[in-house]
């Protein structure tokens, strides 16, 4: 296992509410990307933070936001929900560096909207 | 952006036969290729990586190929046993510049090992 944690397990919710999603980085990394992981899909690259600020956002709508945090911990936050939504949330991470670049993930967080 | 197709979706095979999943990736930048096994309801876990510097990466029973040429890389898994079955994902990351660890997925592959 990670040394990756991700909080809470599971979530419903309903369509327009907003969701704030928490992760725990492995210990000696400083880099957290998230995910989006439809039923019986790849992850999506949603965004990464690297020294609290977004290093780069793959292609979701900006009501999808984060933040990171001094001890390199994260939050994503997601307004608005839609039904589309649902899914699995997952957190990697890893540490900045040119030639490592290996990633790690949590548990995730299972989504659902209704 | 990075395009990686993934194939097959589905594979059976028996005990103790190999088997082999492919990946094709379109963005040129990508150089680093891991691969991640995740099991019903669990996290995608890292079992294998290669670099473009290098050709093949084998550990244990796992060996991964890649011919940055063609643009493709494939896994391969021999002496398969049962705890084998997971869907494999392939993806593929520049590992430097301004897109440094992003990962791209392939939709993955459904693996049932049959004892």
């Known amino acids: 296992e990670t040394g990756v944690t991700q909080s809470p397990t599971h979530l419903i919710k309903t369509r327009g509410q907003q969701v704030t999603l928490r992760c725990s980085s492995q210990?000696?990394?400083?880099?957290v990307s998230w995910y989006q992981q439809a039923l019986g899909q790849g992850p999506q690259f949603i965004f990464q933070?690297?020294?609290?600020?977004?290093?780069g956002r793959g292609n979701f709508p900006p009501r999808f936001s984060g933040l990171q945090f001094p001890n390199y911990s994260s939050e994503l936050n997601v307004n608005a929900l839609e039904l589309d939504d649902s899914a699995l949330y997952l957190c990697?991470?890893?540490?900045?560096?040119?030639?490592?670049?290996?990633?790690?993930f949590g548990p995730g967080t299972r989504l659902t909207v209704l | 952006g990075e395009n990686v197709e993934q194939h097959p979706s589905t594979l059976s095979v028996q005990e103790g036969d190999s088997a082999v999943i492919k990946c094709t990736y379109s963005d040129s930048a990508s150089n680093y290729f891991p691969w991640y096994k995740q099991e019903l309801g669990k996290r995608p876990q890292l079992i294998i990586d290669?670099?473009?510097?290098?050709g093949e990466k084998k550990d244990q029973r796992i060996a991964v190929t890649l011919n940055k040429t063609a643009k493709h890389f494939s896994l391969h898994i021999t002496e398969t046993q049962p705890e084998d079955s997971a869907v494999y994902f392939c993806a593929a990351s520049p590992d430097r510049g301004s897109t440094l660890g992003r990962l791209y997925f392939g939709r993955g592959t459904q693996l049932t090992v049959w004892p």
């Open positions: 210990s000696g990394h400083n880099t």
């Open positions: 990697a991470s890893s540490s900045h560096r040119e030639g490592y670049n290996e990633q790690f």
């Open positions: 933070y690297y020294r609290e600020e977004e290093n």
């Open positions: 290669i670099r473009s510097n290098v």
